[in-house]
């Protein structure tokens, strides 16, 4: 049976988990909360890490997408950050500065998945399946197979 944490392990607890890799404020929340610290002190402190720069999930979504960029599209990429508690405002303002290399890493993550176009139509949507659930778009992977995009 665990023991009810000391309020001043919490302080520790936050500062091993943000010295192994950035988290989001939600991600924290969980965590601290799951070892069982009180929601009220969790709050207070991740007040006072904001208010000192050691937390911010600015920093959180930029380190996230720059380490799943490579074989993430923008669509997933998004869907993983809102699964972690990051705010719309701060997806769009970081996904906005990849979208201009969006359609060369599909490019990118389909060659080294296929490398050659589809011969028949369940290859084709076998190629589709793999770059939707990527995250990239309908668009995109129309230009990368070569299917003409329809009005």
Request: glycine share 6%.
């Amino acid at each position: 049976m665990k023991s009810k944490p000391e309020p001043g392990d919490l302080r520790e607890r936050a500062l091993r988990l943000l010295a192994r890799r950035e988290h989001s404020r939600a991600e924290l929340v969980r965590k601290l909360g799951q070892a069982g610290f009180v929601q009220d002190d969790i709050e207070s402190l991740l007040d006072e890490f904001e208010g000192k720069k050691w937390l911010s999930d600015q920093r959180f979504a930029e380190s996230y997408v720059a380490d799943h960029r490579a074989r993430a599209g923008n669509v997933k990429l998004a869907y993983d950050l809102r699964q972690r508690g990051v705010s719309d405002a701060i997806i769009e303002s970081v996904l906005h500065e990849n979208r201009d290399t969006e359609l060369e890493r599909a490019h990118q993550v389909w060659q080294k998945k296929f490398g050659v176009p589809p011969v028949d139509m369940a290859g084709k949507i076998r190629q589709m399946r793999f770059l939707q659930n990527r995250g990239f778009t309908v668009e995109m992977i129309r230009k990368i197979l070569g299917i003409p995009i329809e009005p």
